[in-house]
T-cell receptor, first 112, second 115 residues
């Protein structure tokens, strides 16, 4: 069985500051890991995914995440926050069946 | 990228009635489709997984007689909420994947309000 834990339900940063959203996973098989962003009343937009290739994954909108097996982590980062980054972010894990299990979500607030 | 279309995007229905939500893959064959529900300010919870032509597999605690899932073709799955009650009000999201693909693509979601 797979699961993810997102540390921090709410993260607040200033515009231009580093964004760090934390995600730890648990999986009995090599995991596929994902980060999604969700704006109010909308579906999910894929930011990036890890599928056992490079451990440092670059995504859209300047986001990237690093898969660290030793720490069972897949934290999401962005060097400089933009106001438009304010949204809900979900980490997800899937095994071979593509049935994703989502973390509780982290709401990112960006202050001007 | 692959596109999944969900319809309607929002629906209001009376308590006791049934409502159907459609999920379509527009440019690929969705061999597997997933249905999730999301309560306000909460995460997505997997309700069921359906493979084309087979009965859906429901997650523990999800009533299969209340949430009817049909996946009769490679491009369409439907979720019917039967005898809806206000506590069924939620955001329902589908996703679809093709074959051995490592990624599932999400629809834009349906907000169901039962009054």
């Amino acid at each position: 069985a797979q699961s993810v834990t997102q540390l921090g339900s709410h993260v607040s940063v200033s515009e231009g500051a580093l964004v760090l959203l934390r995600c730890n996973y648990s999986s009995s098989v090599p995991p596929y890991l994902f980060w999604y962003v969700q704006y109010p009343n909308q579906g999910l937009q894929l930011l990036l995914k890890y599928t056992s290739a490079a451990t440092l994954v670059k995504g859209i909108n300047g986001f990237e995440a690093e898969f660290k097996k030793s720490e069972t982590s897949f934290h999401l980062t962005k060097p400089s926050a933009h106001m438009s980054d304010a949204a809900e972010y979900f980490c997800a894990v899937s095994g071979e069946g593509n049935d994703m299990r989502f973390g509780a979500g982290t709401r990112l607030t960006v202050k001007p | 990228g692959a596109v999944v279309s969900q319809h309607p995007s929002w629906v209001i229905c009376k308590s006791g009635t049934s409502v159907k939500i459609e999920c379509r893959s527009l440019d690929f064959q969705a061999t597997t489709m997933f249905w999730y529900r999301q309560f306000p300010k909460q995460s997505l919870m997997l309700m069921a997984t359906s493979n084309e032509g087979s009965k859906a597999t429901y997650e523990q605690g999800v009533e299969k007689d209340k949430f009817l899932i049909n996946h009769a073709s490679l491009t369409l799955s439907t979720l019917t909420v039967t005898s809806a009650h206000p506590e069924d009000s939620s955001f329902y999201i589908c996703s679809a994947s093709e074959g051995l693909s490592t990624e599932a693509f999400f629809g834009q979601g349906t907000r169901l309000t039962v009054v």
